[in-house]
């Protein structure tokens, strides 16, 4: 009998980074021409960490209706912290829990609900307010027999069991949108209480009925479903019962989008640097883009880079306040406050 061991994180890591490995001339290039740039800055200093409290890979960020602020992250372990609106440490959310393995996304819902999506224990996690698990949605690997990747063990396009899920997002009425993307190639649609719905494509491939790597995903407050379709470049734009409408493919490939509230919503879509860095990625990714639903695309900032305003690897996008980003990086280990102008200027 195979010795039993449990999957940890440095073998999930591993097999992520083969099945993430492409050439770099597969990569989706942002097509959209004429964009003006909008001015935009760096707040300094915006996350306050006490002396022990680190940040890894910034996989995710979002904000409540407090302006409170969560980042997920890849640190020593999967943790996922809270900060006030003016950026000081509050507490740590679910240390040790059991669908905590390798982070993804983190989102808050209209009723200040906290969401976490982690592609390791191929769960979507529902959180209260106060902290406490209220809903789970798929199934955590069993142990990994030798280094069999947690996608080879996958029961593929099962109603409740997710393989590397990569998102979550909700529509007015309170409707889950799942974006199972790595080893699924899908959208799952549930009610509010985690019943199977529905779900659109489930096929890896370039047909507009298919998808590839679906990493993020966004609802507007008419139900509509915006995927950000990273392997082929594009966002498909879905109707709530998970019909195709649109497709945007002009903005390279979307590695986070995320859309703001109010009456007159946009959408921002970021065209992030690979998380590998070569170099010649920096030349033709790294931007954010702002958008009207409509994909009309009003002006672009940020560049790929290390500096405050510039982003290594865009992963996570708060946009509650649409002239007021919060975005998480990769790369970087860290998480910015972005403040936008507001007259676009046209590139020289």
Same mark, same amino acid.
């Given at each position: 009998?195979?010795?039993?061991?449990?999957?940890?994180?440095?073998?999930?890591?591993?097999?992520?980074?083969?099945?993430?490995?492409?050439?770099?001339?597969?990569?989706?290039?942002?097509?959209?021409?004429? #964009?003006?740039?909008?001015?935009?800055?760096?707040?300094?200093?915006?996350?306050?960490?006490p002396?022990? #409290?680190?940040?890894?890979?910034?996989?995710?960020?979002?904000?409540?209706?407090?302006?409170?602020?969560?980042?997920?992250?890849?640190?020593?372990?999967?943790?996922?912290?809270?900060?006030?609106?003016?950026?000081?440490?509050?507490?740590?959310?679910?240390?040790?829990?059991?669908?905590?393995?390798?982070?993804?996304?983190?989102r808050?819902?209209?009723?200040?609900?906290?969401?976490?999506?982690?592609?390791?224990?191929?769960?979507?996690?529902?959180?209260?307010?106060q902290?406490?698990?209220?809903?789970?949605?798929?199934?955590?690997?069993?142990?990994?027999?030798?280094?069999?990747?947690?996608?080879?063990?996958?029961?593929?396009?099962?109603?409740?069991?997710?393989?590397?899920?990569?998102?979550?997002?909700?529509?007015?009425?309170?409707?889950?949108?799942?974006?199972d993307?790595?080893?699924?190639?899908?959208?799952?649609?549930?009610?509010p209480?985690?019943?199977?719905?529905?779900?659109?494509?489930?096929?890896?491939g370039?047909?507009?009925?298919?998808?590839?790597?679906?990493?993020?995903?966004?609802?507007?407050?008419?139900?509509?479903?915006? #995927?950000?379709?990273?392997?082929?470049g594009?966002?498909?734009?879905?109707?709530?019962?998970?019909?195709?409408?649109?497709?945007?493919?002009?903005?390279?490939?979307?590695?986070?989008?995320?859309?703001?509230?109010?009456?007159?919503?946009?959408?921002?879509?970021?065209?992030?640097?690979?998380?590998?860095?070569?170099?010649?990625?920096?030349?033709?990714?790294?931007?954010?883009?702002? #958008?009207?639903?409509?994909?009309?695309?009003l002006?672009?900032?940020g560049k790929?880079?290390?500096?405050?305003?510039?982003?290594?690897?865009?992963?996570?996008?708060?946009?509650?306040?649409?002239?007021?980003?919060?975005?998480?990086?990769?790369?970087?280990?860290?998480?910015?406050?972005?403040?936008?102008?507001?007259?676009?200027?046209?590139?020289?």
């Amino acid at each position: 009998m195979s010795r039993m061991i449990r999957w940890s994180s440095s073998v999930l890591a591993s097999a992520l980074v083969l099945s993430w490995a492409g050439p770099l001339h597969a990569r989706p290039q942002a097509t959209a021409q004429n #964009v003006p740039t909008i001015p935009h800055e760096s707040v300094p200093d915006f996350l306050k960490f006490p002396d022990d #409290v680190f940040l890894g890979e910034a996989m995710g960020v979002a904000t409540n209706s407090q302006g409170h602020v969560f980042v997920y992250t890849r640190a020593s372990d999967t943790r996922l912290y809270e900060f006030d609106a003016d950026g000081n440490y509050v507490r740590e959310i679910g240390a040790g829990l059991y669908g905590f393995e390798f982070a993804h996304k983190v989102r808050v819902d209209s009723l200040d609900n906290i969401w976490t999506v982690d592609e390791g224990a191929n769960q979507v996690t529902k959180f209260n307010p106060q902290g406490r698990v209220e809903m789970v949605i798929g199934v955590r690997p069993p142990p990994a027999d030798g280094v069999r990747a947690a996608s080879e063990i996958a029961v593929l396009n099962h109603p409740y069991i997710l393989a590397r899920p990569t998102d979550v997002a909700f529509d007015p009425q309170g409707n889950i949108f799942v974006s199972d993307g790595y080893t699924n190639s899908r959208v799952v649609k549930y009610s509010p209480e985690g019943r199977f719905l529905g779900q659109f494509a489930g096929e890896r491939g370039d047909a507009p009925d298919q998808l590839n790597t679906p990493h993020t995903i966004a609802a507007d407050n008419q139900g509509r479903v915006y #995927v950000g379709d990273r392997g082929n470049g594009r966002v498909q734009v879905l109707s709530n019962d998970l019909t195709l409408l649109a497709t945007y493919d002009t903005m390279g490939a979307p590695w986070e989008i995320c859309i703001s509230p109010g009456p007159h919503q946009y959408l921002f879509v970021s065209n992030s640097n690979s998380d590998s860095n070569p170099a010649a990625s920096w030349a033709t990714s790294g931007e954010i883009y702002k #958008v009207e639903l409509d994909g009309t695309i009003l002006g672009r900032f940020g560049k790929a880079g290390k500096e405050l305003g510039d982003f290594q690897t865009v992963h996570g996008m708060d946009c509650r306040n649409p002239e007021e980003l919060i975005v998480s990086e990769i790369s970087a280990w860290r998480v910015q406050k972005i403040r936008l102008g507001a007259r676009p200027a046209l590139d020289e």
